[in-house]
């Protein structure tokens, strides 16, 4: 029996229609009074963790769950030794560099040398700000990163953004996109390798799916 | 006017409770209809920020509040360097270790060598390792720590326990003790020794305040 990993949150809902497609039903998970963490498919051939959406590469690293299903941010941020499968399309949001309204900057380029960039996405921000050659301190906070430019402890920050709205309600403007995220199958490079279980049939499955999905 | 950072959750009760008792009135935050981050006292003399547990040592080591109350378990966690004055007697909990009731482990020392330990508190749970010298595995896990154990990832895990409840309904068991926590004040250290806007005059009445708490 195959272990699927599936997130907490925004992208549980579509994760569980897109397994219910290839046969697969695990929408208890959705049910408001379930409480458990795991469980089977009714045909009992695969089971579902529901974790926390940071812990998914981890159920898929270590092999408790041969497949994930995890947005591109954690996969970036965590840099987790799993195999990167496939574009599920859903749950699109970007990673921004966002300032005050109020501030002078319009883009990286015109933030000053070691300055505070606030974010939780401490890895991607590091790397980003290598890539385009400009010292900068990481600050990291993990909750309420709009805070940082708001009390004047850091120029910017560097935050996911999906409608935009909590930006805009504590008067903060995106200048930059770092990169764009959707959800990804993920899985465990040595399960993928070894077709464990028929892994690669419920793989293949979620291929065609995909693809129909974007001719429609 | 000097800023506290307090911390959501378990811990804002009882903060703000004692800093009335020092003529600061911060009672707003505990509004349910509240979504402000950022209040002043209404007599004008101290302002507060409404931060995540784990960002308070973050705004008072980078200076943007004097002032913080933080659960010593995320001050050992976050290593922020920050002056840890006074222990303020609340939000008692314990930093466990914890196994399935089916394991054959009673303590630290029954573990075998290389065996994983998952956790939030990666670096307390390394630090113990490190004293009681067993070379382990950290895994990462940021929620539903128990399923480490129930899914076979780890042998055991640490974490924060208050009343025991989620470890007893998961079937599992404390077996060890790392360190007690409770509630903590913490200064900025410059802004401390400079004793910026009267801080030392808060922080003697808190003393006072906790002094007579315990007379009691």
Redesign the interface.
Known sequence: MITIALP?GALLKDSIALLQRVGLDFSAFLDSSNRQ??ICDPSNRAKA?L??N??VP??VE?G?AQLGVVGYDVLKEKGAKVAHLLDLGYGYCRMSLAVKNSSPYRSSRDLPAHC?IASKFIHCAREYFHQVDLPVEI??????VE?GP????SEAIVDLVATGTTLRENGLQEIEVLFESTARLIANPLSYRLNQDGLGHYIDQLRQEIALAAAA
Chains 1, 2 share one sequence.
Not at 139 to 144: D, N
């Open positions: 907490k963490l795991q963790l974790v926390r940071g812990d981890v159920y270590y408790q505070r600050v990291p906070l993990y909750g309420s805070l708001i009390t004047g402890m």
